[in-house]
């Protein structure tokens, strides 16, 4: 039998002008704005005991009520997967994922996902969107993201998405020798021709990665990135649109270049990379609860590291002072207000 949970409150003197879904999205903070609006318009709720429009002004005083469905949103059966939590608590989980690590189950990878491990995790997130991931990592991407454990905190983590406020920082080598840091504003769309795809174009939707150089080897870049939207593949798009792929992307990379001189250490190391060299390092965020804004950072993942100790030393920078400018790893998390 399908639950149901009831809402049923009135609309304070102080909101009058306002519109209905307006003031109703500030007295039920648990739920989004457009699953409010959506709601309204089919009827799940009413006002005074009748259908009214999101856009409706208020006065003051309307009893606004009905009784949603609360069901499993999530199908998938639970697995015991080891997971790396860096932070958990009521409200979110933030999890290090590992390169090779899908996130969401697909035909291709029908179980053995994060979902499949956050449903045995944490079974509270059957209850909610998509198991309360709220942004995603490609399955060869690792480091950070962040799951919703409640309805409250899955709403305000995607208003914080949508409004461009949650931090992310990745580090990345890149092909070919960057001299200085920079943005890239570009539109991404779906490819016009291969659907797994994405590509830069002017229709597509808005997307900036701000990105600076961390250290120069001799025909590759390690580098800082931040998100300021979040496209699928954005970072791996934008770094080929600059001609500058991401070492080791398997569809935006091209073929494997070794650079001139090349020693049998590097071409190993290169040839043996078989992902692209993307790691989400940092992420900083209001949590949904306390409304402190918190960050964490996760260690260089042992491939990369093992990739850029080889790139310093054909450089010969192994010894010397490589790493000026590049931030601590090891902070797991930290307050910054």
Known sequence: MPEFERIDCLIPPECAGQRLDQALAALLPDHSRARLQQWLKDGTLTVDGRPAKPRALVLGGERVSGAYERTEVIADRPQDIPLVVRYEDDDI????KPAGLVVHPAAGNPDGTLVN???HHAPVTAQLPR???VHRLDKDTSGLLVVAKSLRAHTALVEQLQARTMGREYQAIACGVLVSGGLVDVPIARHGTDRKRMAATPGGKPAIT???????FRAHTHLALKLETGRTHQIRVHMAFMHHPLLGDPVYGGRLRLPPG???ELA???KGFRRQA???RRLTLTHPGSGRRLS?????PPDLAALLDVLRRDAGLDGLDARAGVDADGVEWEYVE
């Open 296 to 300: 964490w950072s996760a260690p260089t």
């Open 210 to 216: 701000h990105f600076r150089v961390r250290e120069r």
């Open 278 to 280: 993307l790691h989400a």
């Open 93 to 96: 989980l933030v999890i290090d």
């Open 117 to 119: 491990a956050l449903l």
């Open 268 to 270: 190993t190391a290169l």
């Open 262 to 264: 090349c020693s049998d």
């Open 131 to 133: 198991a309360g991931i």
